[in-house]
């Protein structure tokens, strides 16, 4: 019997390897993506689908969450609140999303019970997310616990996070070792056509391609 995975693929490197991951895994992958208003979601959505071809996902679900705007709160999906540009915040950042991968792993968790999957993979890297709680592994554990309290009594879903405790440049070499086209992915928080460069997300994935000495083949502003 053929086990299948779902993957919470969101269009960056880190959901990228961790669905590769889980097809070395033996998994049949099932690819779930989030629209959720951020600033980037179609270049995100672009990257979803160029992945999922690359990688030979056939089954995949698009998933529209556009309450995350109303609810605003974060400057990813709240176009009055900048998106900083001055390195790692201390504490909670603004790019914070109230409660997102809870929300991303509840549905995820019911798409799991619907095509009979056994596992849930999520790219959460707990050391370059500090000040994201959602993205730590006492909170994915106690998530995995919470599904499973509230599925069928025969449904048994375990969520893997196999970056968790990565460096992004364990990411980068670990990516680049087993094929991943990280040229289709994205990580910058402000831009759309060419990376900027500065936004958190971009400083920490440049600084992981230059602790690998690997290049990023994506484009960058300037």
Known sequence: MVKKAVCVISGGMDSALSTKIAQNSGYEVIGV????????????????????????????????????????ASALTDSTIPVPDGGVEDGVPVTYVPFRNGIFLSIAASIAEKEGAEAIFIGVVQEDSSGYLDCTEEFIIKMQNAINQGTKFETKISIEMPLVHLSKAQIVKQSLDNNVPLKLTWSCYKNSEKACGLCDSCRLRLNGFKQANAVDQIEYVG
């Open 33 to 72: 993506h989030f629209n959720y208003r951020q600033l980037t979601e179609a270049k995100e959505l672009e990257c979803f689908r160029s992945l999922t071809e690359e990688l030979g996902v056939q089954n995949k679900y698009e998933i529209e969450l556009p309450f995350f705007s109303d609810i605003g």
